[in-house]
C-alpha cells in the first residue's frame, strides 16, 4: 500500500501564530489526498479533501480561512492552521486513496497551541 | 448520506476470548465498508474491508468481519484476544472509490491478563 508521511509529527506554538503541517506520498502519486482531525477519545473528523491543482473541499463547519490546504504536487499536500488557538489543538492526520475505497494515513500530526 | 454506530464505547476481555466489536452502517447504495485500527498516538492501520467481494472477510492479525446486509451490520471478531490487540478500533463506511470515508465513533479494547 501507498506509503505515507507526516510532518511535524508534534508541534507547540503559541497562541496566533500559524503552523504549517505537511503530507507526502512516498510511492504513490496522489490526485486526491483527506485530512482529519481528531479530538483526544474521539473518532476521526473529516475536515477536507485536498485535490491536486485545485482547491480544496471542505466539510460543513471546517472554516476555509482557518484551515488552508494546498495539493501543489502529486505528492505533497500540506495543511496551515493560520493564526492557532488553543482550541485548535488536536492531532491532524492525511490520507492518500489507491482505489477500492482503502486509506492510507499518515503518522498523525499533534499540535498543541499555548 | 451514509454513516456508522459503533456499539460500545469500550470493550474488555479476558486474554484468550473471543473479541466481538460491533458495527451497523446506513448507505443508500451498497457501501464499502473497513475496520481500522489505531495505536496511541498513531495514524490508522487497515484491517480489512468489504468491498461487494466474498461476505466474510479475513483481515490481519486474525481478524475478521462478516457483512449481513440484512441487519446492516459489520461486526468485528477474532476467536483468541491477545494483549497486543489493546487498541482502539475505528469501523468506516464509503461509497465508492475515492469518495471520502466516513469514521464511526470507535471501541476501544482492552485485554485483561
Known amino acids: 500500500g501507498a506509503v505515507v508521511s507526516q510532518h511535524p509529527s508534534r508541534v507547540i506554538c503559541k497562541s496566533g501564530t500559524s503552523v504549517k503541517i505537511e503530507c507526502r506520498s512516498l510511492d504513490f502519486q496522489a490526485t486526491t489526498m483527506f485530512w482529519y482531525r481528531q479530538f483526544p477519545k474521539q473518532s476521526l473528523m473529516l475536515m477536507a479533501t485536498s485535490n491536486e491543482g485545485s482547491k480544496a473541499t471542505y466539510e460543513q463547519g471546517v472554516e476555509k480561512d482557518k484551515f488552508l490546504i494546498n495539493h501543489a504536487s502529486l505528492t505533497l499536500s500540506t495543511l496551515t492552521v493560520t493564526s492557532a488557538h488553543p482550541e485548535d489543538s488536536s492531532f491532524y492526520i492525511c490520507?492518500?486513496?489507491?482505489?477500492?475505497?482503502?486509506?492510507?494515513f499518515g503518522e498523525g500530526s499533534r499540535l498543541t497551541v499555548l | 448520506a451514509q454513516s456508522v454506530t459503533q456499539l460500545g464505547s469500550h470493550v474488555s476481555v479476558s486474554e484468550g476470548a473471543l473479541v466481538l466489536l460491533r458495527c451497523n452502517y446506513s448507505s443508500s447504495v451498497p457501501p464499502y465498508l473497513f475496520w481500522y485500527v489505531q495505536y496511541p498516538n498513531q495514524g490508522l492501520q487497515l484491517l480489512l474491508k468489504?468491498?461487494?467481494?466474498?461476505?466474510l472477510v479475513k483481515g490481519i492479525n486474525g481478524f475478521e468481519a462478516e457483512f449481513k446486509k440484512s441487519e446492516t451490520s459489520f461486526h468485528l471478531t477474532k476467536p483468541s484476544a491477545h494483549m497486543s490487540d489493546a487498541a482502539e478500533y475505528f469501523c468506516?463506511?464509503?461509497?465508492?472509490?475515492?469518495?471520502?470515508?466516513?469514521f464511526g465513533p470507535g471501541t476501544s479494547l482492552s485485554v485483561i491478563p
Open positions: 490520507s492518500v486513496e489507491q482505489g477500492n475505497g482503502e486509506l492510507f
Open positions: 468506516a463506511v464509503s461509497l465508492y472509490s475515492y469518495d471520502k470515508v466516513i
Open positions: 468489504y468491498t461487494s467481494a466474498a461476505t
